[in-house]
């Protein structure tokens, strides 16, 4: 199975994208560094009016101010995969029973095709890393997992004052946005699943 072959690399691809290990929704990097991530919505700013403008600009230099360390934001621009959503359509189309309906998924799906041709559909994600480093000499992973905590929980309150909503990652959702990250082709037809994840880990591929 080609997912599970090995590199003939000298280099593996843990070193190329310097992470050590996922543990507890949390990534382990070298010299004692670690990572968390938040995805987080977005505020269409634009439609605002310039009194509701205005307080967000306050309220957003006051959670800077407030912030306990340095963050990195992220936002990632893709395309949407609109042939996988049409097939997801054409799908309930056969589940639907009454001729109408069908003939609805049939000209809905037909309109997505014109609409989209020769244009690309893109999405956008926003992510903020929370970073923490670890002075000591001894390796206490709980104490960092209770610091990165404390860390992410104030910035998330104060993302939901804003009116921004905010997840934070887990494991396999940090492992699934750093196999996009590289195999942006492939994850149409190989999603990346606890199953696989498990068969890496086992054989020691990762």
């Known amino acids: 199975m ?10 593996s691809s ?8 996922v543990r507890n929704d949390i990534l382990v990097l070298p010299n ?6 938040i995805k987080t919505s977005s505020i ?27 963050l990195q934001i992220l936002v990632r621009v893709r395309e949407v995969d609109i042939d996988q959503y049409l097939e997801k359509m054409i799908q309930s189309k056969t589940q ?3 001729k109408v309906y069908q003939n ?13 041709s020769g244009n690309k559909i893109l999405s956008r994600h926003f992510y903020i890393i929370v970073p923490h480093h670890h002075e000591g000499r ?15 929980d104030l910035i998330m309150k104060g993302l939901e004052k804003l009116g921004i909503k905010a997840t934070s990652l887990n494991s396999l959702e940090l ?21 696989t994840i498990e068969a890496l880990l086992k054989n020691n591929y990762v």
């Open 175 to 195: 492992l699934d946005l750093f196999y996009s990250f590289y195999n942006s082709s492939q994850i149409k037809t190989q999603e990346l699943k606890g199953e």
């Open 32 to 37: 004692n560094e670690y990572r968390m991530v």
């Open 96 to 98: 639907e029973k009454e």
């Open 138 to 152: 001894r390796k206490d992973f709980d104490l960092v997992k209770e610091q990165l905590h404390i860390t992410r």
């Open 2 to 11: 080609w997912l599970l072959s090995k590199s003939k690399s000298k280099t």
């Open 44 to 70: 269409n700013f634009e439609l605002k009016s310039e009194e509701e403008q205005d307080v967000i600009i306050d309220s957003y230099q006051n959670f800077l101010n407030s912030l306990p360390s340095n």
């Open 104 to 116: 609805q998924i049939t000209n809905y799906c037909r309109f997505i095709k014109n609409l989209v």
């Open 14 to 21: 843990r070193k190329q994208i310097a992470i050590k290990e």
